[in-house]
C-alpha cells in the first residue's frame, strides 16, 4: 500500500479528498459506509456502471420523472388549446373585438372536430416529454460542465480505465481535513489523494 | 437471491391449488351445459355470439400467453425465466382448446353458419354484389381448412414449448433451450399469421361487409392486456397461497406492469384509436357503419367505458412507478383490465350493424332517435356471462391441472440465475 499524505494543499484550495480503491466490492462497501457516516457531499468515480452503488451511496430517487410528466401534460394542454383556438374559436371580447378562428370546412366535420386534434395532441406531448427529459437531464446533472476538479488530477484518470475513487467534498458540513484523512484510511483505501480546487 | 434457494423454495403446486384446478374445470364444463340449455330458450344466434365471446376470450388468454413465450425465447431474454412457466402453463391449454371450436366448425360446416355469419347463407352471397365478390374467400370449406390449420398449429406449439421447457427440469440439459430459440422465429411467424386471419375469420366477418386492416392488430393487443393482467393475478395468487415466494420479486411485478401499462392500456388505445380515425376521416359508408352502431343505443356508453376503463383511467393510474411496484394496486389494475378485456372482446362480436336502418334514414339524428335496441343487437341475456364464465373458468383449472406435474419455475433453465439477479434500475 503506497499512501500519498496530502501536505501540499492549503485548506482553502481544498476540493476534497479521494480515496482509491482496486476492486468494485472495495467501493460499494466504501460508498456504503460513507453514507452511514452521515456525509452528503461525496461522489464515486468508476469506470463502468457498478450495479447497486447508486443505492450505497444514499442516492435519492430522480425527480425527473414528474417533471416530464409536466412537461407533457404542458404539451397536451399546448396542443389542445392552440387547436381550438385556431379551429373553432368564435366570441368577441365586449361585443368590440371579434375573434374568429380558421373556421375551414373539411370534408364536412365540425370544427371542433376532437378526433383530428388527437394526433397532433399525442405528438406534443411526446414532443414536450422528451423535451422536458433531455434538458431536465442535463439542468439536473449541473450540464454542460466545462471544469471540474478532478480533472486536472493525473491519478484520477485511472477511473476511466482500472480505478474506482471515493471523493468526499470540502464543502460538506461534516468535513474536517483530519477526520477525513482517517476515516478514508479506515476503508482500506490503496491511497488517499488530496484534491485541488 | 439464489438458484439452489428457488430449488428448494415451494415450487410444487400444493393445498388447495391443486383441488381447485378441476372444481374450476367441472364447474365451466357444468356452466357450458347450463349455457346450451339457456340457448335453446334465448334463441340460437344469441347463444352462438355468446360463445363466440368466450371462445375469442379464453383463445386470447392463451395465444397472449404463447406469444409472450415465443418472444421470451425470440429474444434470449433472462429476466422473465422464474415467470415463464406460468406463461407457459396457459399457453399449454392451447392442447385442448380447439375443442371448443369444434361446435363452430361443425355448424358451418352443416351450412348453418348463418345463424352465426351472415356469409353462411348462400343465397346472399349469390345477390349482393359486395358479398360476392368475397364468396371464394368466406365460403364455409375453405374458412373451415383455415380455422384448422390454425388450430392446430397453435395446439403444437403451446404443447411442445411445454414439453421441451419441463423436460429441462428434469435433466437440466441446455439443449432444450437452444431448441427452444431455434423454433422461436419460425413459430413466431407462423403464429403472426395464425392469430391475424383468425381474428379476420372469426370476428371480422361477423360484418362480412366491413374490413380494417387494423383488425388482426387490435385482437392481438387486446389479448396481451387480458394475458399480462391475468399473468400478474395468476402469480399474485400462486404467492398468496404460498408458492414460489422466492423466484417472484418485485422487480417482475414491475416489468409485468411495465408490459401491462405499455402494451395493455397505451398501445390498445393507440391501435383502438389509429382504427377510429382513418374510418372517421375517409367517411365512407361501408367502413363508418361498424361505428356507428358502436355509437347509436346503448352502445355508445359501452363504447366510452371502454375509452375511460381501458385507457384513461388506468394509463393515469399505471404511468407511475410505484404503482407497478406495490403489490396490492397492480393485482386490482390487473383485474380491472381483465374485466376490461372481457367488455372489449363483447363490444367487438355483439353489436349488429343496422344497414335498412342506416339507409333509410335521412339524418343521423332521426337514426339515433329511432334505432331499437334490437336492430344493433344491444341487450344482455344471461347466456352472455354463462358462455364466459365457463369458458375462463375451463382455462383457469386447466391452467392449474397443467402445473400440477412440473415445477412452477423453470429451475434448471440457465437464465434463472439472471432473472434472480434482476433489478429495474
Not at chain 1, 63 to 69: A, D, G, Q, Y
Not at chain 1, 182 to 187: I, P, V, W
Request: with cysteine.
Amino acid at each position: 500500500m503506497s499512501e500519498v499524505t496530502p501536505t501540499n494543499v492549503t485548506r482553502g484550495d481544498l476540493y476534497g479528498l479521494a480515496a482509491e480503491f482496486t476492486t468494485t466490492p472495495a467501493i460499494y462497501h466504501a460508498a456504503e459506509k460513507t453514507n452511514a457516516a452521515g456525509f452528503k457531499w461525496f461522489d464515486c468515480l468508476v469506470p463502468f456502471p457498478v450495479h447497486g452503488l447508486d443505492r450505497a451511496m444514499g442516492v435519492k430517487m430522480t425527480i425527473l420523472p414528474i417533471l416530464v410528466f409536466f412537461g407533457g401534460m404542458t404539451g397536451l394542454f399546448a396542443a389542445c388549446v392552440l387547436q381550438i383556438f385556431t379551429n373553432a374559436m368564435e366570441f368577441d371580447f365586449w361585443a368590440l373585438l371579434p375573434v374568429v378562428g380558421y373556421q375551414y370546412d373539411v370534408s364536412g366535420k365540425p370544427f371542433l372536430a376532437a378526433a383530428a386534434f388527437v394526433p397532433v395532441a399525442f405528438e406534443m406531448t411526446v414532443l414536450f416529454s422528451a423535451l422536458t427529459a433531455v434538458f431536465g437531464t442535463l439542468f439536473l446533472n449541473k450540464l454542460p460542465m466545462f471544469y471540474h476538479p478532478v480533472l486536472k488530477h493525473e491519478a484520477l484518470s485511472r477511473a476511466t480505465d482500472d480505478r474506482f475513487f471515493l471523493i468526499i467534498e470540502a464543502r460538506d458540513p461534516k468535513f474536517s481535513q483530519d477526520e477525513v484523512e482517517t476515516f478514508l484510511k479506515s476503508l482500506n483505501p490503496e491511497a488517499v489523494i488530496a484534491l485541488e480546487k | 437471491m439464489k438458484v439452489t434457494e428457488v430449488k428448494n423454495d415451494n415450487i410444487r403446486l400444493g393445498g388447495i391449488a391443486t383441488k381447485l384446478g378441476p372444481i374450476l374445470a367441472v364447474i365451466g364444463i357444468a356452466f357450458l351445459a347450463l349455457s346450451a340449455g339457456l340457448g335453446s330458450g334465448e334463441g340460437w344466434n344469441t347463444f352462438w355470439k355468446s360463445y363466440l365471446v368466450g371462445w375469442m376470450v379464453s383463445l386470447g388468454l392463451c395465444l397472449g400467453a404463447l406469444f409472450f413465450v415465443l418472444l421470451q425465447h425470440l429474444t434470449r431474454s433472462g429476466w422473465s425465466v422464474s415467470i415463464r412457466r406460468l406463461a407457459e402453463g396457459i399457453a399449454k391449454n392451447l392442447t385442448w382448446l380447439w375443442m371448443l371450436f369444434v361446435p363452430i366448425l361443425i355448424m358451418v360446416l352443416k351450412g348453418d353458419g348463418a345463424i352465426l355469419y351472415e356469409w353462411g347463407d348462400t343465397h346472399l352471397m349469390e345477390t349482393d354484389h359486395l358479398l360476392h365478390a368475397k364468396a371464394g374467400y368466406l365460403s364455409p370449406t375453405f374458412w373451415s381448412i383455415r380455422a384448422i390449420f390454425y388450430l392446430a398449429t397453435w395446439t403444437i406449439i403451446g404443447t411442445l414449448y411445454f414439453k421441451w421447457s419441463t423436460a429441462q427440469d428434469h435433466d437440466g440439459d441446455v439443449k432444450w433451450t437452444h431448441k427452444m430459440q431455434k423454433w422461436a422465429p419460425i413459430c413466431m411467424i407462423l403464429f403472426a399469421f395464425t392469430q391475424s386471419y383468425a381474428s379476420i375469420d372469426w370476428i371480422m366477418t361477423l360484418q362480412p361487409r366491413w374490413f380494417s386492416t387494423m383488425f388482426a392488430v387490435y385482437y392481438w393487443v387486446s389479448c396481451m392486456c387480458g394475458f399480462f393482467a391475468l399473468i400478474i393475478l395468476f402469480a399474485r395468487f400462486l404467492q398468496k397461497t404460498g408458492h414460489i415466494q422466492k423466484s417472484i420479486t418485485t422487480e417482475h411485478y414491475h416489468d409485468l406492469g411495465k408490459w401491462l401499462f405499455g402494451i395493455g392500456v397505451v398501445f390498445w388505445a393507440y391501435i383502438a384509436f389509429s382504427q377510429y380515425m382513418l374510418i372517421w376521416y375517409a367517411n365512407l359508408p361501408v367502413e363508418t357503419n361498424w361505428y356507428m352502431a358502436r355509437q347509436l343505443g346503448g352502445w355508445g356508453p359501452v363504447s366510452l367505458v371502454l375509452l375511460f376503463g381501458h385507457f384513461l383511467i388506468p394509463f393515469v393510474l399505471l404511468i407511475t412507478r410505484w404503482t407497478k411496484r406495490w403489490r396490492s394496486p397492480l393485482p386490482i389494475i390487473s383485474a380491472w383490465l381483465l374485466l376490461m378485456f372481457f367488455i372489449d372482446i363483447y363490444w367487438l362480436v355483439m353489436p349488429v350493424v343496422p344497414e335498412e336502418a342506416i339507409s333509410s334514414a335521412k339524418t343521423y339524428n332521426e337514426l339515433a332517435n329511432n334505432i331499437t335496441a334490437a336492430e344493433i343487437g344491444y341487450g344482455f341475456s344471461i347466456v352472455n356471462f354463462t358462455c364466459l364464465i365457463a369458458m375462463v373458468l375451463m382455462v383457469l383449472g386447466g391452467t392449474l391441472i397443467n402445473l400440477r406435474k412440473c415445477n412452477l419455475v423453470a429451475t434448471e433453465d440457465p437464465r434463472l440465475n439472471e432473472a434472480l439477479q434482476f433489478e429495474n434500475a
